[in-house]
């Protein structure tokens, strides 16, 4: 069996074939979007997620390119496995931490009602970290070296989540490495997988008051523990 090259490792797959000002007015107006529906309120906000999410697919479809760039493939899936055991031990790790700390908060139901509330949450997750890497990290490819493009993607990432003391820097370091495994292995479903163990993780680990049931935006500044007590959990997960 021949030993594994380089090129075997990290396959270099096209970025979209986008000219550097195309690429910089999408990143704009599809962040300026996304701002615009964490940090208005309702009802509005209704309405302009309808709009970002029919904007940004305008901007996919119009600069589509195949599904391999924006790492829906199968090549290197098994070699980049390691990264799903590595969030799963990092939360079975908060998850004991938790429960001697007495912070742990699972609904009720055992398994069938934490799959039904937080299924949601981790198909939320998943476009997430398609946005990051499969629409702003390629193109910021074509704006500037590897590196500098992952640090940028990711700190548009944790931008998003200000001004949440608690997600905003997780997200940067999360997203640094996620830009640069994305890099390595030019695979998403191991990162999409990750990124939903290691959100549910800080959402049945960290007290709801303390990061806000995991709002962001104008939606951590308006949350009161005693307005949302007795809401419906997973409907906090998935708002701004």
Known sequence: MEPETAA???????????????????????YSLILSVVWTPRPWQRFL???????????????????????FTRANLGRALWIVGAALAAAAIAVLVAARLHTLHLPPGGLLGFIATYVAYAIWTGVQQFLMQGFFLLRLLRLMPKAAAALAAALLFAAAHLPNPILAPVTLVWGVAACLLFLRYRNIYPLMLAHAILGIAIAVTVPGPVVHNMRVGLGYLTYSPYAHKHSHHIYQLTQP
């Open 49 to 71: 997620w309808i709009l970002a999410a029919a904007g940004i697919a305008i901007i996919l479809w119009r600069s589509f390119e195949g599904w391999k760039p924006m790492g």
């Open 8 to 30: 075997q490792l990290e396959p270099e797959a096209p970025v979209p074939k986008l000219s550097k000002r195309r690429a910089a007015i999408e990143i704009a107006v599809a």
